[in-house]
């Protein structure tokens, strides 16, 4: 007993320690785990020598599973924003839905389609589009639209494959890719649905006030947004980030043609690969559940091949409507972003492995009871917990599910209901310590009361309709 208090204690501290250093000393997340790791080793049973080599092996384990689909992912995303794709796509969606529904529809599509682009870069090109739109939707247009970004934003990235946290997630509770894609999509388009009108409905009963929520300049600003949008000639053909900084508002919300007019290919061509590669990954979770054995579906289904084909499509596209020097600039620029996101999520898995070797599992198993309410609840909570210490929505994910690894079994449920469970958690309250908290007050001309409560209230009641809808759907396992 006396041991087992001491393995619980000491995992606290390591939580505490890996706490305490991203956010007092800012030390970078990836060095703030292994040394969290670290320290859980050398005070467990692995001792000195199994502390280094249980981390390594960890490390190298997640890499195997994820590793290429983080890559694949990020240079997809990356060659899509070199063609423009992003801003065409909002404009499309103006388009076909009107400006009252865009808010749905814009978050419906970020947080499912465009999750191969890193979060940052997607933040950065959708937001003057959103602004700019917010001004066509009425009065809360700058509220409703910059709510149903951070949403789908912060939802895609954990609920969400080919999202890096939906990816960590997998692969560390051994969740297979294409069932995480299926019980994903049916959980997040609900999530993001309800929130947002929950949301909506909140700021026309007097939650919103533009007075002090908003920037002085804002209202100012979506006028010169708009006009400028109306003179802008290239709306697609080029880079995201050369068309943003040429027209200050990347392109607009005025009418356009499906196809520019530097002849780039339709809006549907250009997403055909990575769609593929979704339908693909789909389709053998559907095959594997219906026991459908069959060589060359295994193949092209399985994950790795799915996104491979994916990547190849669009770099074929993107030679075709850019060329490739341009390919290759969005290329090198994927690599550069994927670097942190493939070690951290590594390094997730280093604490994950430490976690299991140093008997947490064996412990915390005697505390759970096999049923479909109360342990889905405790992974929410701890992933919530975990958020509002840290404050990164990726990390958060991450830590909560090297926890939960061990003791999955016990839990008596489908691993993949953990999963869903620790990516909704981890969703709890963005805050000022979260980097889409600042840039989307920045991109969206907010004051940081306006952003607490676009972002910070609204990812939070995503969160919490997440594991509110995602307990009924663990009945039907």
């Known amino acids: 007993m006396t041991s087992d208090v001491g393995v619980l204690i000491n995992t606290a501290v390591a939580i505490l320690a890996i706490v305490v250093l991203i956010v007092r000393f800012r030390v970078n997340p990836v060095i703030s785990l292994v040394v969290g790791s670290l320290y859980l080793g050398l005070v467990s049973k692995l001792g000195l020598d199994k502390s280094v080599e249980t981390i390594t092996k960890g490390f190298g384990d997640i890499m195997a ?57 997607l933040l950065v090109i959708s937001a003057p589009l959103a602004r700019s739109a917010a001004k066509r939707i009425g009065p809360l247009g700058n509220a409703r639209m910059a709510t149903a970004l951070a949403i789908g934003l912060e939802c895609g990235i954990v609920l969400m494959v080919p999202g890096v946290g939906a990816l960590a997630l997998s692969a560390l509770l051994h969740v297979p890719l294409g069932k995480m894609l299926l019980w994903g999509l049916v959980l997040i388009i609900p999530t993001v649905l309800i929130a947002i009108t929950i949301m909506t409905f909140l700021f026309r009963r007097g939650f919103w006030n533009e007075a002090v929520d908003e920037q002085q300049a804002v209202a100012g600003e979506a006028v010169a947004i708009e006009e400028d949008v109306k003179e802008t000639v290239t709306v697609g053909g080029g880079s995201g980030s050369t068309d943003v900084r040429r027209t200050g508002s990347a392109g607009g919300t005025g009418d356009v043609a499906d196809v520019d007019e530097t002849g780039q290919p ?35 289904s399985d994950p790795v091949v799915a996104l491979l084909v994916g990547l190849v499509g669009t770099c074929l596209i993107g030679r075709y409507a850019m060329g490739q020097p341009r390919v290759e600039k969005a290329i090198a620029r994927g690599f550069k972003e994927s670097g942190q996101i493939l070690i951290l999520t590594a390094v997730g898995g280093s604490l994950a492995a430490v976690v299991a070797a140093g008997g947490l599992g064996d412990i915390l198993r005697g505390y759970f009871s096999a049923n479909t309410v109360a ?49 909704a958690g981890s969703l709890f309250a963005v805050h000022v310590t979260s980097n889409t908290f600042w840039l989307l007050q920045a991109l969206m001309g907010q004051t940081t009361r306006g952003t607490l409560k676009s972002c910070t209230i609204g990812v939070s009641v995503a969160s919490v309709v997440a594991i509110l809808l995602l307990m009924p759907i663990s009945l039907l396992f």
């Open 375 to 423: 342990p889905l609840l405790v992974v929410w909570v701890m992933a919530a917990a975990l958020h509002v210490a840290v404050g990164s929505v990726t990390i958060s994910a991450i830590t909560a599910a090297g926890i939960l690894a061990p003791i999955a079994p016990a839990l008596g449920l489908d691993p993949v209901l953990i999963a869903l469970a620790a990516g």
């Open 65 to 121: 599973e994820v590793g290429l689909l983080i890559a694949f992912g990020v240079l997809m995303g990356s060659i899509l924003q070199e063609l423009g794709a992003i801003e065409r796509l909002v404009k499309h969606l103006l388009q076909l839905f009107g400006p009252k529904r865009l808010p749905y529809s814009m978050a419906l599509t970020i947080a499912t389609l465009l999750q191969s682009i890193y979060l940052d870069v």
């Open 266 to 300: 339709p809006l549907f061509v250009l997403f055909v690969p990575l769609l593929s590669a979704l339908v693909l990954t789909g389709f053998g979770a559907i095959a594997e559940a219906a026991d459908w054995e069959n060589k060359v579906v295994a193949l092209i």
